[in-house]
């Protein structure tokens, strides 16, 4: 099968009857979306990105879950979550016998005014080879997300914890990094907290104490964070989800980000200051998270 | 013609040749755009809506310079403005003789690492019935935007005043409008100064003396804004761009939101409180706006 592969799901939402149930198999660039789609012209839809490696996806649940989640924040139509596994599992079969791919599904409010129903499919491709930003690292500047810590509570409009594709500002803040010589970017708050990267979460190491900042507060919870403190506790070290001052990334013995995809990569500078990268305990989590079945 | 009608920009930007540089038109709900597409993946693109009536369509020149002031912000290829305005031109005749409609152009940035080229389209249809908004008014609330007023200057990451397809907030408050019996909403900073609304500029009229937000300041210049703020001074009334703190919303004698499509509608109740409506200065404003010429 040539790579990228795509499924579409016949029936995204319970909540729409559609005329097709099916899955159905689709070159990667067939069009299949339509002009006037909300998901086009209003980012308007909710997304999860997962792994795939050595032929299993990977928190296959967290993610339907997390995704279910977006989705009533959005007070989209329910996902059909089953469809969506079937459509995961199929889509492994498509990728064939390959180590190392993602996949992505989205779900969008369908064309406006038009009781279409939602639109979902799901794609898988190989991932890029993060081999060098998991072992050497990346670099990451800090920058605003422009809100306060408690935004989500005080303006739930805000859609702060659904993973929306609303993404522009993501793939802005990238740009800026790139700019400043880095790879990454790890959103604060203007009260000095920190939150997380526009595609990934942080963990901050002190001592034998891992620390993330909490989910509750405009960060989506991580499929590969929740990993990453599975494989500390295995570790006998100690782990805490609380709110995190910007002045902590300073005083931080190690920093990473994780997410589904480039799994944990250890931060080699902050903001133009060098932070440790402890080489050998970066690849025991890897290879931990790499092990993760459902 | 049936409508909706959909034009396909064969070459969307200058900046990549593409294969066909022609127009094509296309059914409305036909899939054209690939499941990929960062517009829809990432919200990562730019639009425009322009008001078409009695065959003309208005300001187009303003809606085409915004669109690439947008395209700039978002580091997007250069938008082919001719033929965004051929496709205009071309979706006009396809409307054939409507009174009242409009058309909607976006620019994506296409299939993510695929060098693909970005993706262009224009989509036609006839307005809503916008009477009782523009004579009778609008019910309004205030909702935070989570930003302080000097966001597009202090971290200009956040592409506010660009106007991209990451519209999921501006949908989210609508819903949170209706949730409080109102139509519209009117965004604020968290340092207690007025925005604009998710689709809409505002006016604040003093005396003989009218007031809109600075449009450097998070804020899209509205070519409807620009209409009235002509208008206004066809009448020898005083208008002005300027910081407007939300304590002058009370004091305001008479308050409207503008855009291309809706036009001037004025507020008839902000926040519960009735706000006064001059309807026979607001039809003069809308006949303005509706007579406006390129």
Same mark, same amino acid.
């Given at each position: ?10 029936? /995204? ?21 339509? #002009? ?40 989209? /139509? ?39 129903? /939602? ?37 739930? =409009? ?54 993330? /900042? ?9 499929? #590969? ?30 920093? =990473? ?38």
């Amino acid at each position: 099968m040539p790579l990228p592969a795509l499924v579409v799901i016949g029936q /995204p939402s319970l909540d729409f009857p559609s005329a097709s149930t099916e899955l159905r198999v689709a070159k990667f660039d067939d069009p299949i979306v339509d #002009a006037m789609n909300l998901g086009i012209t209003r980012g308007d839809g909710v997304f999860e990105s997962v792994g795939i490696y050595g032929g299993r996806a990977q928190a296959v649940d967290a993610h339907l879950n997390r995704f279910a989640h977006s989705a009533s924040l959005l007070e989209l /139509p329910r996902p059909n979550l089953e469809a969506y596994r079937a459509a995961v599992e199929l889509g492994i079969k498509l990728l064939g016998d390959v180590p190392d791919a993602y996949c992505k599904y989205v779900l969008t409010r369908g064309i406006e005014g038009r009781d279409s129903g /939602p639109t979902g499919y799901a794609f898988f491709d190989l991932n890029p080879d993060w081999t060098a930003q998991r072992t050497a690292g990346i670099g990451v500047v800090t920058l605003s997300r422009g809100y306060a810590l408690d935004v989500a509570q005080t303006a739930p =409009w805000l859609l702060q914890g659904a993973k929306t594709l609303s993404y522009a500002i993501n793939r802005s803040v990238i740009r800026e990094a790139n700019r400043r010589g880095a790879d990454d970017v790890l959103f604060t708050t203007t009260d000095d907290f920190v939150l997380e990267g526009p595609t990934a979460n942080v963990l901050l190491r002190f001592g034998d104490h891992f620390v993330t /900042p909490r989910t509750d507060r405009g960060v989506l919870h991580g499929t #590969a964070q929740l990993g990453a403190f599975a494989f500390c506790e295995s570790k006998g070290l100690t782990t805490e989800y609380r709110a995190v001052r910007t002045d902590e990334l300073t005083s931080a013995d190690s920093i =990473w980000l994780t997410n589904s995809q480039r799994l944990a990569a250890p931060v080699h500078t902050l903001d133009g200051r060098a932070v440790e990268v402890d080489g050998e305990f970066t690849i025991e989590m890897n290879d931990f998270l790499l092990s993760r079945r459902n």
